[in-house]
C-alpha cells in the first residue's frame, strides 16, 4: 500500500502557543488528504477535506480559524492548531488517497498535548 | 447524520475461539473499508468490499458486505493473541465521505 508519514510524531507545547503538523504522501500524488482527530478510546472523527491549490472544506463544528490547513503541492498537507489549549490534546491523524475507489492510507499519527 | 454502528464495543476472548464484529447503518455505502488500529499508531487498511453480497477473505478474516451495502460483518476463525487491536469500519457514503464507526476493541487471551 501507499505510504503516508506525519512529522511530528509526538508534540507537546504550551496553552496559548501554536503547532504545525506535516501530512506527506510518500509515493504518489495525493489531490486531496484528510484530517482526522481521535480522544482516547473513541474513533476518527473527520476533521477537513485538504484541498491541493484550493481551500479546505470544514467539517461542522471544526473552527477553520484554529485549525489552519494548506495544502501548497501534491504530496504535502498542513494542520497548524492555533492558539492551542488543553481541550486540543488529542491523536491528530491524517489520510491521502482516492477514497471513491475506497482507497485511503492513514499516516501513523501525531500525538499532541497541550499544557 | 449517517452514523455506523459497530457492535460489540469491546470483546475479550480466549485464544482459538472464533468470534464476528458487526458494523450496521440504516444508509448505504458505495465502499466499505475495514481497518486496524495499533495504540499510538494510524489505522491500517485490512480490506475494501464494493459490492452487495461481496464476500473478502484474509487469512482467518472473513469479511462480508450487507447485499443491500447498509452492513459489513468481520469474522475471525481462531483468533490469535496477535489479533488484538481495534477494528473500526469506514464507509464511503454517495458524497465521498468517509464515516468511521466508533470501533471494537478486541483482546484474545493467550
Known amino acids: 500500500g501507499a505510504v503516508v508519514s506525519q512529522h511530528p510524531s509526538w508534540v507537546i507545547c504550551k496553552s496559548g502557543t501554536s503547532v504545525k503538523i506535516e501530512c506527506r504522501s510518500l509515493?504518489?500524488?495525493?489531490?486531496?488528504m484528510f484530517w482526522y482527530r481521535q480522544f482516547p478510546k473513541q474513533s476518527l472523527m473527520l476533521m477537513a477535506t485538504?484541498?491541493?491549490?484550493?481551500?479546505?472544506?470544514?467539517e461542522q463544528g471544526v473552527e477553520k480559524d484554529k485549525f489552519l490547513i494548506n495544502h501548497a503541492s501534491l504530496t504535502l498537507s498542513t494542520l497548524t492548531v492555533t492558539s492551542a489549549h488543553p481541550e486540543d490534546s488529542s491523536f491528530y491523524i491524517c489520510?491521502?488517497?482516492?477514497?471513491?475507489?475506497?482507497?485511503?492510507?492513514f499516516g501513523p499519527g501525531t500525538r499532541l498535548t497541550v499544557t | 447524520t449517517q452514523l455506523l454502528e459497530q457492535s460489540p464495543q469491546f470483546l475479550s476472548i480466549q485464544e482459538g475461539e472464533n468470534l464476528t464484529v458487526y458494523c450496521n447503518s440504516s444508509?448505504?455505502?458505495?465502499?466499505l473499508q475495514w481497518y486496524r488500529q495499533e495504540p499510538g499508531e494510524g489505522p491500517v487498511l485490512l480490506v475494501t468490499?464494493?459490492?452487495?453480497?461481496e464476500v473478502k477473505k484474509l487469512k482467518r478474516l472473513t469479511f462480508q458486505f450487507g447485499d443491500a451495502r447498509k452492513d459489513s460483518s468481520l469474522h475471525i476463525t481462531a483468533a490469535q493473541p496477535g489479533d488484538t487491536g481495534l477494528y473500526l469500519c469506514a464507509g464511503e457514503n454517495v458524497l465521498d465521505k468517509i464515516i468511521f464507526g466508533k470501533g471494537t476493541r478486541l483482546h484474545i487471551l493467550p
Open positions: 485538504s484541498n491541493e491549490g484550493s481551500k479546505a472544506t470544514y
Open positions: 444508509s448505504v455505502f458505495s465502499s
Open positions: 509515493d504518489f500524488q495525493a489531490t486531496t
Open positions: 489520510s491521502a488517497g482516492r477514497p471513491f475507489r475506497g482507497e485511503q492510507y
Open positions: 468490499v464494493v459490492t452487495g453480497g
